[in-house]
């Protein structure tokens, strides 16, 4: 199973950015699929997760509706859509995919990540 985030880059306080996650080695909609960050000095944090069904999304408290998952089944590809960016949202980014990346937050096989960094 392999996963790989891209779509990151340099933007402005504000600005949306979207980012994808392709997931080969399995149907992407066997298994959920989480997104998460790891932003410089701090934890790895969940963002959050869309189930396999394409429909059930599940979000960290803090996120307040600036970023949405999706995903196309017909493409493997998994989104995280990200608007009204600031400079805290700076981190890299990862995918991840498990049997309990939804019940447990955990990700048994991960992306390699992607730089997003917002300036103010």
């Known amino acids: 199973v392999q996963l790989q985030a891209s779509g990151g880059g340099l933007v402005q306080a504000g600005d949306s950015l979207r980012l994808t996650c392709a997931v080969s080695g399995l149907t992407s909609r066997d298994c959920g699929v989480g997104w998460y960050r790891r932003r410089p000095g701090k934890e790895r944090e969940w963002i959050g997760a869309?189930?396999?069904?394409?429909?059930?999304?599940y979000y960290a408290d803090y996120i307040q509706d600036r970023f949405t998952i999706s995903r196309d089944n017909a493409k493997n590809t998994v989104y995280l859509q990200m608007n009204s960016l600031k400079p805290d949202d700076t981190a890299v980014y990862y995918c991840?995919?498990?049997?309990?990346?939804?019940?447990?937050?955990?990700?048994?096989?991960w992306g390699q990540g992607t730089q997003v960094t917002v300036s103010s």
């Open positions: 991840a995919t498990g049997n309990n990346i939804i019940s447990r937050r955990r990700g048994d096989f």
């Open positions: 869309i189930h396999g069904n394409g429909i059930n999304t």
